[in-house]
């Protein structure tokens, strides 16, 4: 590894030159740097002698950490630009050749361009971070915690590592300059949606949740740079001369993935849905683990939002559980409607989090699979603080529907992780179209033949089955 770092070096020294006899990169740096932090001192202070005339200086103590972290911001924005013309840039003025043809492997060469493309507007956004503490403690005498400070420096390292990633991986598998400009609307709405969130956090001084945001980042720029890395490969960069829309291909790629290898059909089973269950094995793990995570977090919340006891009649549940044992608020007990609208509202969530999956490699996915258990998890444990005991509480209203859904679920969240972690996975034999193609083929055979049927027998047993067990365990 460091040696490829060190030939890697080769090219970011000759990258990094390059930029520096370019003013249209080093202008919006030098600007981003030196003129926006001053702006945001003036806004600083302006903020601060307005709030103390009408004595909520809480404004000013929240604003100011606020401003620090967009001063560390907009500097690295620049680097989405530089990132987004690494290859397919070089490649339309044809210079990448030479490059090319270098004796560096694709390794090299793909950390190469990376840090060269990382290092100048992370350095400057770090000399902004210090020029903005300078004016903003001449002006107002304010100084950051160094926690604080530590987290906003660490924010701007790994959004402009999350950035530049993403858009070197665009820039190696596209093949025009305006097709990397137009998927980069990829980034750039994620980015912008994730510093709103960070803003809130924030302004409700939350910084502890901070950690959270850096270790998600994290997890992202070393999946993006994985990405890249994987599906690097220089000959499909010099020999792909236009991109083209093939949906013929692509349903044609998809129908023989999903049917796979035709027989009779217990056959067929046993080759095309037993084999890729067999192949989920770790995901299934991976999707335990995080099942299990996601309850002992509800189940921690039980501490910090607790329920007091005499809200929780079970002696009488009868009566405000059901009012009759016909109807809980939308949900119809006892019929078919009941058991559609169950079974359409779990078919909805498997499919938010597959998408959310798909555009986070996994992680988003896998989160919001985590809510059901973490819910599960805090209405147990508030539970046995009222005094009921957690393993009954389980058995009245989880046990019954739970052994057909919580298997199904947990399917689900291996799907998702191997959507994701096949996009990092080198394919020597498929392109990265086609490698996803077949696997989202695997993805729609498991959710029709497995999951599917899995919710449907849930549905049923929720609104039949459960409803009696909860009332005759609670209501005795």
Not at 57 to 72: E, K, S, T
Not at 78 to 83: G, M, N
Not at 349 to 378: E, K, N, Q, T
């Amino acid at each position: 590894m460091w040696i490829n770092l060190q030939k890697a070096m080769i090219v970011t020294k000759r990258e990094v030159q390059d930029q520096f006899r370019d003013w249209r990169i080093i202008a919006p740096i030098i600007i981003l740097t030196v003129f926006f932090p001053g702006l945001m001192n003036f806004t600083a202070q302006q903020a601060v002698d307005f709030v103390a005339k009408y004595g909520a200086p809480i404004i000013a103590d929240r604003l100011i950490p606020f401003l620090l972290m967009v001063v560390g911001f907009f500097p690295i924005s620049i680097s989405l630009v530089i990132a987004l013309e690494s290859f397919v840039g070089e490649k339309e003025r044809r210079s990448i050749e030479p490059l090319l043809s270098s004796p560096l492997s694709d390794v090299q060469l793909y950390l190469g361009k990376l840090m060269a493309v990382i290092l100048p507007p992370l350095f400057g956004s770090y000399l902004a971070i210090g020029v903005y503490l300078v004016g903003v403690y001449r002006q107002v005498g304010w100084t950051p915690d160094i926690t604080l400070l530590i987290q906003v420096v660490a924010l701007a390292t790994v959004q402009s590592l999350v950035m530049v990633s993403g858009a070197v991986v665009i820039s190696s598998q596209t093949t025009s300059v305006r097709a990397a400009n137009l998927l980069a609307s990829f980034i750039i709405v994620p980015m912008a949606l994730l510093l709103i969130g960070e803003s809130m956090i924030m302004f409700w001084a939350r910084y502890h949740v901070l950690w959270w945001a850096i270790f998600g980042q994290v997890i992202i720029a070393w999946f993006l740079i994985r990405t890249g890395i994987a599906h690097f490969n220089r000959e499909e960069l010099l020999g792909q001369e236009l991109d083209t829309l093939n949906l013929q291909w692509a349903w044609i790629v998809f129908k023989s993935a999903f049917i796979g290898q035709q027989g009779p059909f217990p056959e067929w089973w046993r080759m095309n849905v037993w084999r890729t269950l067999k192949t989920l094995k770790w995901p299934i793990l991976l999707a335990v683990l995080f099942t299990i995570g996601g309850s002992l977090i509800g189940s921690a919340q039980a501490e910090v939002f607790s329920i007091p006891a005499d809200l929780l009649d079970w002696e009488n549940l009868d009566k405000g559980f059901v009012s009759g044992v016909e109807e809980v608020g939308a949900i119809r007990f006892f019929s078919i409607q009941g058991a559609g609208m169950i079974f359409f509202h779990n078919l909805r969530a498997i499919a938010l989090a597959s998408l959310l999956g798909i555009f986070s490699f996994g992680v988003l996915g896998i989160i919001s699979l985590m809510l059901p258990f973490s819910i599960i998890g805090y209405f147990t444990a508030i539970a046995g603080q009222t005094g009921l005991s957690p393993w009954v509480f389980l058995l009245g209203f989880v046990a019954p529907h739970g052994i057909l859904e919580i298997p199904a679920i947990i399917l689900t969240g291996a799907l998702i992780i191997r959507l994701g972690l096949v996009l990092v996975t080198p394919n020597e034999q498929y392109t990265i179209g086609e490698t996803w193609i077949r696997t989202l083929a695997d993805w729609t055979r498991i959710i029709l033949l497995v999951i599917v049927p899995l919710l449907l027998g849930a549905a049923f047993l929720e609104v039949y089955l459960t409803p009696m067990i909860a009332l005759k365990l609670f209501s005795q």
